[in-house]
């Protein structure tokens, strides 16, 4: 039988009570409701990796989740996958330490947050086929708000490359595609929201009301916890 390809899917995350989580939905809503947000949030995630990993099985290839923590100190606390240290610096720095550890030992590796609630385990098949198509190095999920909620290739990257973009930015997306076009093709996928701000969980509420859009498979907890916050 041939060896499957493997592509590892990392899901950064911090662990509450080591670090504040998000700090810029806790300015408006409060602590309590940003940790419960972020706790469903992580849930969420793990339920659509453990899906997008069965259901891989059955295509060309596997797809392998870890945990990228924050801190050191929290890695026994991320038990339901393995879980890698993000290392040290500022975030291109720590996207460069996850991707290239999970690259030594796959054929390819995704990056994602633990804040884009609607991304399904279908989006992460498909970013793992673009993978593994020829002539694709890349693969990038744009956010609406000008960033990406996945990124994924199968080639070393620079550190300074991942360190010439500029995080949290409205071009986020569009630098790191600019840094990286000289060295290969990237395959877009659809956009999706995550959810940064008061603005972006007031409008994925309004959204899944209007049936606009619908959670992922395991979303029923995160619906019902937006239906009871009165203030969104």
């Known amino acids: 039988l041939p060896i499957m390809s493997s592509i590892a899917v990392a899901t ?10 998000k700090t810029r939905l806790a300015k408006t809503i409060g602590q309590t409701a940003a940790e419960e947000f972020y706790t469903l949030a992580v849930d969420l995630v793990e339920q659509v990796l453990e899906q997008a990993s069965e259901q891989s099985a059955e295509q060309e290839f596997r797809l392998v989740p870890y945990w990228a923590v924050a801190e050191p100190n929290a890695l ?6 393995d879980a890698i240290p993000q290392g040290k610096g500022e975030l291109g720095d720590r996207l460069h330490t996850v991707y290239s550890s999970c690259l030594e030992k796959h054929d390819g590796v995704l990056l994602i947050g633990s804040d884009c609630v609607t991304m399904t385990a279908e989006h992460l098949l498909n970013a793992g086929k673009a993978l593994l198509s ?3 190095e890349y693969v990038l999920g744009p956010a609406h708000d000008g960033g990406f909620y996945l990124f994924g290739g199968n080639k070393p990257i620079s ?12 071009n986020t997306a569009d630098q790191l595609l600019r840094a990286l076009s000289a ?5 877009k996928l659809e956009p999706l929201s995550d959810v940064d701000m ?11 009301k209007a049936g606009e859009l619908k959670l992922p498979a395991g979303g029923d907890k995160l ?8 203030d969104l």
């Open 159 to 170: 550190q300074d490359t991942w360190n010439e973009v500029t995080y949290s930015s409205t």
């Open 12 to 21: 950064f995350v911090k662990t509450i009570g080591r670090t504040p989580v």
């Open 183 to 187: 060295t290969g093709t990237c395959h």
């Open 223 to 230: 619906a019902g916890w937006l239906d009871q916050q009165a």
């Open 134 to 136: 020829r002539g694709m």
């Open 198 to 208: 008061i603005g972006d969980l007031q409008q994925l509420k309004k959204s899944l």
């Open 76 to 81: 026994d606390f991320w038990d339901s996958f």
